[in-house]
């Protein structure tokens, strides 16, 4: 079985600051990564994925992801944010070269952009 | 509209109704995903379709939850007697041919069950 655990419940920064949000997973198997983003009283939207290959993944809105396998983590990254960032954020993962298999969250972190 | 529908937005209910959540996937994804996200927690996987065969149950789908896909496009999902440990946000998600291509999530439905 996967878990996610997501190290900060909120991030609070200043627009135009760099950012990281933090993933580490758990997994006995491989593993597919995601970042997705959720805005208030919406669904969720698909940032950014890794499924093989470079380990840094380049998502929309400027964000990007690092695959790091010894320290099983995906931490999330963006140079400069904006006040339109501000949102809840989930990493996910799921058992690779699965067909079908569900996604397993972390709690997710809130980031907030102030001016 | 090409993304992932569900209907209704919002739904309020007495405590012992049933009620009934639409999803209408992405057109050509075959796989359809049930989730459950409460208050300051990540969606929990509830139930999964391949076509119109539902292929996988959380232990989090109690007996009062159903759900069907008929004709392996749209799906409902049906809470008997609700409790008010129901309330939350119901998404619904597709995808085509695994995780590994994108799973993409409708806006959710969200019961608030009194």
């Known amino acids: 079985a996967q878990s996610v655990t997501q190290l900060d419940s909120q991030v609070p920064v200043f627009e135009e600051a760099p950012v990281e949000l933090r993933c580490n997973y758990s997994s006995s198997v491989s593993v597919y990564l995601f970042w997705y983003v959720q805005y208030p009283n919406q669904g969720l939207q698909l940032l950014l994925k890794?499924?093989?290959?470079?380990?840094l993944v380049k998502g929309i809105n400027g964000f990007e992801a690092e695959f790091n396998k010894s320290q099983t983590s995906f931490h999330l990254r963006k140079p400069s944010v904006h006040i339109s960032d501000t949102a809840e954020y989930f990493c996910?993962?799921?058992?690779?070269?699965?067909?079908?298999?569900?996604?397993?969250f972390g709690k997710g972190t809130t980031l907030s952009v102030s001016s | 509209d090409t993304g992932v529908s569900q209907d209704p937005r919002h739904k309020i209910t007495k405590r012992g109704q049933n009620v009934t959540f639409r999803c209408d996937p992405i057109?050509?994804?075959?796989?359809l995903y049930w989730y459950r996200q409460t208050l300051g927690q990540g969606p929990e996987f509830l139930t999964y379709?391949?076509?119109?065969?539902?292929?996988?149950k959380s232990r989090l789908l109690s007996d009062r939850f159903s759900a069907e896909r008929p004709k392996g496009s749209f799906s409902t999902l049906e809470i008997q007697r609700t409790e008010q440990g129901d309330s939350a946000m119901y998404l619904c998600?597709?995808?085509?041919?695994?995780?590994?291509?994108?799973?993409?999530f409708g806006q959710g439905t969200r019961l608030t069950v009194v």
């Open positions: 996910a993962v799921s058992e690779a070269n699965q067909a079908g298999t569900a996604l397993i």
């Open positions: 379709f391949q076509n119109e065969a539902q292929l996988e």
């Open positions: 057109s050509e994804h075959n796989r």
């Open positions: 890794y499924l093989s290959g470079s380990t």
């Open positions: 998600a597709s995808s085509h041919e695994g995780t590994g291509t994108g799973t993409f």
